[in-house]
């Protein structure tokens, strides 16, 4: 009788030792929940866990920027918020156990490390399924989810042994193909390299795609072969033609496309190009997302473009994470030909300032001014802006080496005298300005950069002498 009071005793001192326990892995179940720290990181792509393979110790790559501390901040905040979550549980577990049973022994050890680790594989599994509720938008390979914990070690082991074997990592990239590796597509196809995406690249021109090709990217041989072996396809073309043909022509993209693929589209092209092109990927069930970008050579080897977007929300969400490598902002901007109208207007006001700084530097010199000085007057003033404290001093020494191609410029220009001409509004200025552009181009000034636009004013001044 008594021996089997004691051992009733006893297993009622177990029951309720695994009852505390059980209460204790509830509330802290409820509070990790209530923080939504995980989610909230998983739903805005801040990594959990370690960082990538070939996101991993920028500085000593030479990369070290602002994006990159920015994400060391956030890696080393995650980091120890997981520690802080496994520390409470694993507390707060041996203090309940200790106050039912009495006896802090190995048996209580042993249930607080278990409970320990369900309560973290319970709440990883939890926030995964809540995050793909919440963000249903975002192809699951974005997610950055599954089994985090072992996933830290398996990229720190890829990363230690320089492995380029990408193992589980596969399941967080998505193929990012890359058209046209001209002045720009080469950086931006390079920052997504750098971040660690899988990158298939095709451009016109093959020898342009073995820098990148050395550096991992993988090749293929037309648009339509990309697209066919990517999830999102981003394109960097020189004007509407070449984009319209790459999109729609033979072994074109579309024909590579289909439903769960997208098309970004980021070469400066009129809106109704842009149209065209969407309606042609839409056909195949694909989305269409055209993104122009502001900011020339050294923004985009920076990674600090800024996008313009128009077009499939839900591409412009997925691709969110890729826009983010390669700029610095982004605005989307509803309907197609909306991303591309701004494109226009923003480059046309370019256009005009590049003519009107060109003027004022030649009549500096005439008046026997320093035009360095006018340079440094105008950076200290209301009219600063980057273009003329970079592209001035160059300028006055004649040299143009091509950032942003002068024909480029020029097609901006006579695309959005065209826009214009559509609502009925008169442009003069920029009308002005075309025209030297054209001059320019007549003179041979086609693939300098846009700077040289100076010189076609001094062949007019010449031309009057
Ligand atoms: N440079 C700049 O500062 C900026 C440029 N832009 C815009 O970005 C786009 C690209 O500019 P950028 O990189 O400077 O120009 P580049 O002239 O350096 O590159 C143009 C790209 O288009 C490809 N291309 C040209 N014609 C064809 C064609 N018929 N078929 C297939 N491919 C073709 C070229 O291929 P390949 O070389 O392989 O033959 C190259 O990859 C333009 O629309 C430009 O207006 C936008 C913002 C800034
Ligand atoms: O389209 C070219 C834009 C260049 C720039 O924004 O500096």
Known sequence: MHSSIESLKASTGEASSILATLNSIESLKASSKLLGLEQYMLCNNIEIGAPKRNQRFPDLRGE?????????????????????????????????????????????????????????ALTTAMDTAACSRLCPRVPAHFNRSVSRFSFSFKASSSQASGSTTQGDEKLLYSGVGFLGLGIMGSPMAHNLLKAGYDVTVWSRTKSKCDTLISLGAQYKSSPGEVAASCEITFAMLADPESAVDIACGEHGVASGMGPGKGYVDVSTVDGATS????????????????????????????????????????????????????????????????????????????????????????LSEKLGLDPAVLVEVISQGAISAPMYSVKGPSMIQSLYPPAFPLKHQQKDLRLALRLAESVSQAT?????????????KSHGLSDHDFSAVIEALKARLEQKE
């Open 64 to 120: 070290s920027n602002r994006k990159s501390v920015e994400a060391l901040v956030k890696n080393t905040g995650t980091e120890f918020l997981q520690c802080g979550l496994a520390a409470r549980i694993y507390s707060d577990v041996t203090y309940g156990l200790k106050e039912a049973r009495g006896v802090h022994d190995w048996r209580n050890n042993l249930i607080v490390g278990a409970a320990t680790g369900a309560v973290l």
């Open 275 to 362: 149209k065209l092109i969407s309606a042609r990927i839409k056909s195949t069930g694909g989305l269409f997302l055209e993104a122009p970008v502001s900011g020339s050579k050294k923004p985009a080897e920076d990674g600090k473009l800024i996008f313009l977007t128009a077009g499939d929300k839900s591409l412009y969400e997925t691709a969110s994470p890729l826009l983010d490598v390669m700029g610095k902002s982004k605005f989307y901007l509803g309907d197609v030909g909306n991303g591309a109208a701004m494109k226009l207007v923003v480059n046309m006001i370019m256009g005009s300032m590049m003519a009107s700084f060109s003027e004022g530097l030649l």
């Open 428 to 440: 003069p200025v920029a009308a002005a300005a075309n025209e030297l552009y054209k001059l320019a």
